[in-house]
Each structure stands twice: as structure tokens, then as C-alpha cells.
């Protein structure tokens, strides 16, 4: 059974459009394009959330914000997967804080040496369908990045307080896993 896209608000997009885009947004508008995507990726996050609903009924699945954590961590993995984003597993590094990683995501290039993460339109998508799930906002925030040589993308998930935490130690040299270790 496959998704009727046109109708679940979606459209195909090859990846080589989606990395050219960023490509191009980066080249012609610099670190802004960052703000355009994730705000880009907001947008569809909704359309993306209902989507996930559709396609879990039409497998006889619940409702996904009734789903058991576990249960709605695999059909979501298999959503995302199938619609070609990428092989991805989930996790949890802290208490208030859930990975997502994967190998091969979509959105990253490991061809194009960027500094820092930049699956932006992505960390936005996420962000808001996790949240509707979730029942709150959410923030979702990059931290490793094919696109800057790293081995996988890895996504944390968790409050925009705690996000900000993370950033703030990450911008004083601390790792990611290390901040969060000493979170309260």
C-alpha cells in the first residue's frame, strides 16, 4: 500500500534538487539560507504529520499520538524511510532529550565540506512533527553531519530550554553528549 501523495499534500523531490537548493541558497545568501530552510521545513511539517496518520491507518495502525513510545518510534522510522529520507534509528542520550541518526539521510552531502551541520530544512520537518506527536514544541537541533564529514546525521530532540543548553555548552567547546551529562 503506498501513499497517495498528491493528496496528502506532498510532492516527490529527488535529492539531488534538495541538495542543489541548499547548495544554491548557501552560495547566493550565506548563513541566512540556514533560518529560510528551517523555517521551510516547519511549514511542511504539518502536511508531513498527517501524512504519517494516513499512511499508519491505512496499516491498521492507531492514531500516532496514541501509539506506545516504542511502537510509534518504528512506524515512524519506516515512514521516514519510505519516503526516502533515510535509514534512521532512534534513541535517547538523556532523560529530556531523543536522538535521531542515520547514515544516509536525504538532506546531507558529503561531498560539499560544510563547517557546520546543515540539514536545516530537515531539523525544522522534524522539530514540527515530532512536536505534534509530542503535544508541545519541540526544537530539534543537528549536531553531527554527513555534510561535514561526519559518519551519520544525528538530530537531538527535547525542549527549546534544553536545546539552548546544549547549544550554550557546545559554543564553549564542551561536546554535545558531555553537556548533556551535566545537565540538571
Known amino acids: 500500500m503506498s501513499l497517495d501523495l498528491a493528496n496528502n499534500g506532498m510532492i516527490v523531490l529527488t535529492r539531488d534538487a534538495l541538495v542543489s537548493l541548499r547548495s544554491v541558497l548557501f552560495r547566493d545568501i550565506g548563513a541566512n539560507a540556514a533560518a529560510y530552510l528551517q523555517e ?8 508531513l504529520y498527517q501524512s504519517f496518520a494516513t499512511w499508519s491507518q491505512q496499516r491498521g495502525h492507531i492514531a500516532p499520538e496514541r501509539m506506545a ?13 519510505e519516503l526516502g529520507w533515510g535509514a534512521m534509528s532512534v534513541g535517547r542520550l538523556h ?4 536522538t535521531l541518526d542515520s547514515a544516509n539521510w536525504a538532506e546531507s552531502d558529503p561531498a560539499s565540506a560544510m563547517q557546520f551541520p546543515g ?25 553531527e553531519c554527513r555534510s561535514m564529514g561526519s559518519p551519520r546525521c544525528r538530530f537531538l530532540l ?12 557546545m559554543t564553549t567547546g564542551i561536546p554535545y553528549d558531555t553537556t548533556l551529562a551535566k545537565m540538571p
Open 69 to 81: 513510545a516504542p511502537d510509534f518510534e518504528q512506524r515512524a522510522v519506516e515512514f521516514f524511510g
Open 40 to 47: 521551510a521545513g516547519y511549514a511542511g511539517g504539518s502536511a
Open 158 to 169: 527535547g525542549s527549546a530550554e534544553t536545546m539552548q543548553y546544549v547549544y550554550n555548552g
Open 119 to 143: 540539514c536545516y530544512l530537515s531539523s525544522g520537518l522534524l522539530a514540527e512533527f515530532f512536536g505534534r506527536v509530542a503535544g508541545t514544541p519541540l526544537a530539534v537541533m543537528e549536531v
Open 95 to 98: 532523560d529530556s532529550v531523543v
